[in-house]
């Protein structure tokens, strides 16, 4: 059975402060690891797909990295608005469909 | 925006009664997903259509059902409620590949609260 876990489940930081954020996986076979954001009461917002260890991918101050047993969420210079939820999926070859298992989330709070 | 839509937004019930929520998904995809968040769980897949077809299943309970239709919308049938139900219901959309891990594009949600 696929597992995620994601630390911390809450993080503040001061504006400009950069972190990371960590999503730990058990998977048979990763067929895909994705980023979302979800901001309070609104649906989860795609970033980023890794397939393979050693993979990174860039959005504005976001840079997704993974080795085989885990991905980091890296936050260069945030600001207020990047405020929201992260959360970590992974897809496992052996999974039936292509259902997503999900990590329960970290909750980023950037002060100004 | 995703491109995904979800009727309704919001559903307010009690227990005992049966909804329907409705799914869009965007345009060419042939796959729908269907997941619960609860404030307790995070993010649950409950089941899966590929073109009508039932692909995959979850935890789904019995008492939730769903369909895809000809025009590819889907349709999550919850009956009997309880209070528990109370959730974010969300559908998201994808191609549909088989190959490769392919990502899948989320709807608003309907939150869903049974009195």
């Known amino acids: 059975e696929d597992q995620v876990t994601q630390s911390p489940e809450a993080l503040r930081l001061q504006e400009g402060e950069s972190s990371s954020l960590n999503c730990s996986y058990t998977?048979?076979?990763?067929?895909?690891l994705f980023w979302y954001r979800q901001d309070p009461g609104k649906g989860p917002e795609f970033l980023f797909t890794?397939?393979?260890a050693g993979e990174e991918k860039e959005k504005e101050r976001l840079k997704a990295t993974l080795t085989k047993k885990e991905s980091f969420l890296h936050i260069t210079a945030p600001k207020p608005e990047d405020s929201a939820t992260y959360l970590c999926?992974?897809?496992?070859?052996?999974?039936?469909?292509?259902?997503?298992?999900f990590g329960e989330g970290t909750q980023l709070t950037v002060n100004p | 925006d995703s491109g995904v839509t979800q009727t309704p937004k919001h559903l307010i019930t009690a227990t005992g009664q049966r909804v329907t929520l409705r799914c869009s998904p965007r345009?060419?995809?042939?796959?729908v997903y269907w997941y619960q968040q609860s404030l307790d769980q995070g993010l649950q897949f409950l089941i899966q259509?590929?073109?009508?077809?039932?692909?995959a299943k979850g935890n789904i309970l019995e008492r939730f059902s769903a369909q895809q239709f000809p025009d590819l919308h889907s349709e999550l049938n919850l009956s009997s409620l309880e209070l528990g139900d109370s959730a974010l219901y969300f559908c998201?959309?994808?191609?549909?590949?088989?190959?490769?891990?392919?990502?899948?594009?989320f709807g608003p949600g309907t939150r869903l609260t049974v009195l």
């Open positions: 998977v048979s076979g990763l067929r895909g």
């Open positions: 345009s060419g995809d042939l796959s």
């Open positions: 890794l397939y393979s």
């Open positions: 999926a992974v897809r496992g070859q052996e999974t039936s469909g292509s259902r997503l298992t």
């Open positions: 998201a959309s994808n191609p549909g590949l088989t190959q490769g891990g392919n990502e899948q594009f």
């Open positions: 259509y590929y073109n009508g077809e039932e692909r």
